[in-house]
């Protein structure tokens, strides 16, 4: 019992808090820079609750901002250069130095980590001059969680706080989607900075990423809770397998003569039948046209508070992904396989892009700690728990 006691504390993780990120970036800006940060601001992680994989496709998806932030300090440094300090969870500290893009047209370069924040400087709407800027953040890396959206915001938030110039919400979750297209090259959907921008405490955000409309969802869940648990694996991949799905989803698209998954229906999959399409083609679509309505039911349920039905259509996406989109592995099927056979667990799915990274849970939370013991006695990973309260977007801090 001591054993099991000691692994779930070691297990658990829990926001640091704001003031706390905050003090530790002014510190190590003073101690970097010699000078006073003059401008700060912060942006949440995300978890989907059901929608995934269809963003892209211009389907609905359900996020809720989490309450593990990153936070950036800076301030005008009278040169041409930018200089960046980024300090992970772990105390390592990156650092790299660019061209202002008042100086020179920025381009992606090494370092990897970089080009999350060249791309949002380069997409600022105005030119913005030299500046020194410390990030930090307790958002788990690799987990699924949107840490790269994350940073994203931050930066574009500070730099509206730095350069006085703001733009619409919409606007700058549209710049820093562009920014991750055209510097570090990936062709994520708009979720991910979306509902880092909009998110709001105690609500999902349903966003139809067709119009970009949002709908807030209250989301008070009584004796429930929405535990995320961390696999601690992320599967080493070519790199290919995103964009691969998304080319997929587009195919079937064209051959339905539609611009997106969107406009397809249930019976469209009896379409792409006749036509002999490629048999992962078939199940890609099957898979967006079956999740998209998934999606537009939890709403009705979550508001309905009827949590039995929102935890099947939890599993039902689930196991779609895993055998439709092809994007689950071994060590998240294990977790859910746990919790579907747990007391007190209403549903599960992986959530993210997949290969590793997290599941989404709602749990009641009488049973949250006889859970984790449970999944510590039965996963063959390493896995970490944290609560998710659904909290506020991005926005700046004071000083």
Not at 225 to 240: E, R
Not at 266 to 288: F, G, I, N, P, T
Request: proline share 5%; aromatic share 6%.
């Amino acid at each position: 019992m001591e054993i099991v006691s000691v692994l779930k504390m070691s297990n658990t993780i829990t926001p640091k808090g704001e003031s706390i990120l905050l003090r530790q970036a002014c510190d190590k800006f003073i101690e970097a820079f010699h000078s006073e940060p003059s401008a700060a601001a912060s942006a949440p992680g995300r978890v989907n609750l059901i929608g995934e994989h269809v963003d892209y496709c211009e389907g609905f998806v359900l996020p809720v901002a989490l309450p593990f932030v990153t936070l950036v300090v800076g301030c005008y440094n009278n040169t041409e250069e930018c200089n960046v300090i980024s300090v992970l969870a772990s105390g390592q500290e990156l650092k790299t130095t660019f061209p202002s893009s008042e100086a020179a047209k920025l381009s992606p370069s090494p370092p990897a980590w970089s080009n999350y924040v060249k791309g949002v400087v380069a997409n600022f709407p105005v030119a913005v001059s030299g500046f020194d800027a410390v990030i930090v953040s307790d958002v788990p890396m690799g987990a699924g969680v949107s840490s790269s959206a994350s940073v994203e915001v931050a930066v574009f938030t500070f730099l509206e706080s730095l350069t006085g110039r703001t733009v619409g919400l919409i606007e700058k979750a549209k710049l820093c989607q562009k920014a991750e297209h055209e510097f570090p090259g990936m062709p994520c959907g708009i979720m991910d900075q979306y509902i880092v921008t909009l998110g709001k405490k105690d609500h999902a955000l349903l966003i139809d990423c067709r119009s970009l409309e949002a709908t807030q969802v209250p989301l008070q869940t009584g004796d429930a809770t929405v535990l995320v648990i961390n696999s601690n694996v992320k599967h080493q991949l070519t790199g290919s397998e995103y964009p691969q799905r998304r080319a997929q989803c587009q195919k079937a698209a064209e051959l339905l003569g539609l611009s997106s998954l969107r406009g397809a229906r249930r019976e469209d999959l009896e379409v792409l039948k006749k036509m002999k399409c490629d048999e992962l083609v078939l199940m890609r679509a099957k898979h967006v046209i079956e999740e998209i309505a998934r999606t537009e039911q939890t709403v009705k349920e979550l508001k309905a508070r009827d949590y039995d039905r929102v935890g099947e259509l939890f599993y039902q996406s689930h196991d779609s992904l895993s055998q439709l989109m092809q994007v689950s592995c071994e060590e998240l099927d294990q977790l859910v396989d746990i919790l579907r056979r747990a007391p007190g667990v209403y549903g599960a799915r992986m959530t993210g892009g997949g290969f590793g990274g997290c599941v989404v849970s709602l749990v009641k939370k009488t049973e949250v700690e006889n859970l984790k013991r449970s999944i510590l006695s039965q996963y063959n990973g390493n896995p970490v728990f944290f609560e998710c309260q659904p909290s506020d977007g991005a926005r700046n801090l004071k000083l």
